[in-house]
């Protein structure tokens, strides 16, 4: 059982910053892929970056080139730096661990971006 929780969120503008970050029980060596999703009201849960264990890395469209996705094995922690942020990026965002024993999610953070 992998449990997974989540912080960082909160309120800030827009063209600011915010760094969330989710702490993972048990092995990161285990977990074969680390990712953030998020979910805004009325809308489909979709991903927003997702780590490999070889570190390979994937980012929405909508988040390239603002959002960092990165992981300290030895904190067994991942993170999304989030720069530049939208009214749009606003939502609750999610942490997902696939590893070899099932797919897990966290309780989620709220972010907003006010204009």
């Known amino acids: 059982q992998v449990q997974l929780v989540e912080s960082g969120g909160g309120l800030v503008q827009a063209g600011g910053s915010l760094r969330l970050s989710c702490a993972a029980s048990?092995?990161?060596?285990?977990?074969?892929?680390m990712g953030w999703y998020r979910q805004a009201p009325g809308r489909q849960r979709e991903m927003v970056a997702i780590?490999?264990?070889?570190?390979?890395?994937n980012y929405g469209d909508s988040v390239k080139g603002r959002f960092t996705i990165s992981r300290d094995n030895a904190k067994n922690t991942v993170y999304l730096e989030m720069n530049n942020l939208k009214a749009e990026d606003t939502g609750v965002y999610y942490c997902?661990?696939?590893?070899?024993?099932?797919?897990?999610w966290g309780q989620g953070t709220q972010v907003t971006v006010s204009l």
């Open positions: 997902n661990v696939l590893s070899t024993s099932g797919a897990y």
């Open positions: 048990g092995s990161m060596f285990s977990f074969n892929v």
């Open positions: 780590i490999t264990r070889y570190d390979t890395t």
